[in-house]
């Protein structure tokens, strides 16, 4: 799992174990007592909250997979597929390359040809719904851009690691989001970002169209909202100071991937990795009305 | 959860009843192991909002993938697998933010000796911990959170890692010998030597691999 990360990451020491074991005996000794420190360590729960999110992600999950069975999902387990082992394993061999004989990809031309169908109608149904305004459909209108994101995090984490679009981690839907993520596409501007802000609230008719809480019961309503991640939630929160966005889009701004984020008075938009520990802001202006 | 009670699935029945299309086995599996995966996820991202994001976007990887799973390994070592990917993951797409590691040491908080034990000594020592979990390279943190911290052995965590058993204990005795300094204080509070068997016991007795 080297050579895959950021340079400062790798220990250039680190793939000669001899070292670790020609310590002297006193040094290793006070090695073992940090090792049996760090054991001593409570073990971590994991908090409610994020148990609840995690969950109902999951219920979404299955109520997606009830309704649109995946070849993939339901194959048998039994070895009759050969896909491979666990996915890191398989990254990296996918990386070793030249010091054996290469696995190639087998490509499922069911899995090929559904993805591109699935692919074609989401974009069918953007472009239809970005022609006939937003009105309260907009959740709809960003299923694709979530269940795409949300793939996309989904394979990374998994192994493929497919870096996310956004770099804004994953966009599932989870519990009590106050607010929904669009995904515009716009193309903001530093001289027209207060001008292109308002044509998109416009479109709503200067309703709170994203103040919707996402039932945490409802397993499909979960599934077509693009909920923020709660990294996503925290920025704009912090933002805004907890009120509620009329507009979170993510889309660029001079070019770069952003978030757009806009109260009834002030917009702001934040890079791509924005955090409430680091808002990422770029630009801050008046929503003058 | 060192075992399972009478009549419970094993984790590997729980996974293939998910693959059929069992629609609460993998909720069972996650709850089952959803602390460890946590303090996985926490211990390499350190940060809880990170972590819950990766904790989410494995999970739902891993309930997407679970026809992949041959049995090579336990299922808590594959999930493991995919909780430290996503882990870091996403560090490394949030590398700008550094997470943490500046590798200057200097930058560490490294609190007054503590006059005597009390809780506040306690939980000066648990934030000292996590500080100095902080200067270690994610991958050097998550050998070390595994092995160390959560008790896995060092085969297990090379399968979770995806990397040789030398190089987890090369980076387990690096990171060992970059913690020391920051937690020699402590050193009146460390335990007697040897690894407690912390949470819920190895992988590879929760029936996994069938």
Not at chain 1, 22 to 47: G, I, N
Not at chain 1, 78 to 85: E, F, I, K, S, V
Not at chain 1, 200 to 211: E, H, I, M, P, Y
Not at chain 1, 276 to 288: D, I, N
Request: charged share 20%; proline share 7%.
């Amino acid at each position: 799992m080297s050579g895959h990360w950021p340079p400062e990451w790798d220990d250039p020491e680190e793939e000669f174990p001899e070292g670790a074991d020609q310590a002297d005996t006193d040094a290793e000794a006070r090695l073992s007592e940090v090792s049996a420190y760090l054991a001593s360590v409570p073990a971590l729960v994991l908090p409610d909250a994020v148990e609840s999110r995690i969950s109902a992600a999951l219920a979404a999950e299955a109520a997606a997979r009830a309704e649109r069975p995946d070849p993939a999902d339901s194959a048998p387990v039994d070895g009759a597929r050969n896909l491979g082992p666990a996915p890191a394993q398989a990254r990296v061999r996918r990386r070793r390359g030249s010091d054996g004989p290469r696995r190639r990809f087998r490509v499922r031309p069911q899995v090929v040809g559904g993805s591109l169908v699935t692919c074609l109608l989401l974009a069918v149904l953007g472009f239809a719904l970005s022609h006939a305004g937003f009105s309260s459909s907009s959740s709809s209108a960003t299923a694709g851009s979530a269940a795409a994101a949300s793939s996309a995090s989904a394979s990374s984490a998994a192994g493929a690691s497919v870096p996310s679009a956004a770099g804004a981690g994953p966009q599932h839907a989870g519990p009590g989001s106050p607010f929904v993520v669009t995904a515009s596409g716009t193309k903001y501007q530093r001289a027209t970002l207060a001008e292109q802000v308002r044509s998109r609230l416009a479109v709503n008719g200067g309703k709170q169209t994203f103040s919707a809480t996402v039932p945490a019961a409802s397993a499909s309503a979960t599934s077509a909202a693009a909920v923020p991640s709660q990294a996503l939630r925290g920025c704009v929160l912090k933002l805004t100071g907890g009120t509620l966005p009329r507009l979170v889009d993510r889309a660029t701004y001079e070019g770069e991937p952003a978030y757009v984020i806009a109260t009834a008075s002030r917009i702001w938009v934040a890079g791509s990795g924005c955090t409430a520990a680091k808002t990422e802001v770029v630009a801050s202006v008046p929503l003058a009305s | 959860m060192s075992g399972l009670a009478s009549g419970e699935p094993s984790d590997a029945i729980l996974l293939r009843r998910h693959a059929a299309g069992d629609a609460d086995a993998f909720g069972v599996l996650f709850r089952r192991h959803k602390d460890r995966l946590w303090a996985v996820a926490l211990r390499i991202a350190c940060d809880p909002d990170d972590a819950a994001d990766a904790l989410q976007e494995a999970m739902i990887s891993a309930f997407r993938r679970a026809g992949d799973f041959r049995g090579e390994s336990a299922v808590t070592t594959w999930l493991h697998r995919i909780v430290v990917n996503a882990s870091l993951d996403l560090l490394r797409r949030r590398s700008a933010r550094s997470v943490g590691w500046s590798g200057d040491p200097d930058d560490l908080p490294v609190p007054e000796s503590p006059p005597g034990v009390d809780s506040a000594a306690s939980i000066d020592s648990r934030l000292d911990v996590d500080a100095a979990l902080r200067t270690l390279p994610p991958p050097q943190r998550a050998a070390l959170v595994l092995v160390d911290m959560l008790g896995y052995s060092v085969a297990d965590t090379s399968a979770i890692l995806g990397v040789s058993e030398g190089t987890v204990k090369s980076r387990c005795a690096r990171g060992r010998a970059k913690l020391l300094p920051y937690l020699a204080h402590l050193r009146g509070d460390f335990p007697e030597r040897g690894n407690q068997a912390v949470a819920d016991g190895v992988p590879s007795e929760q029936g996994g691999g069938a």
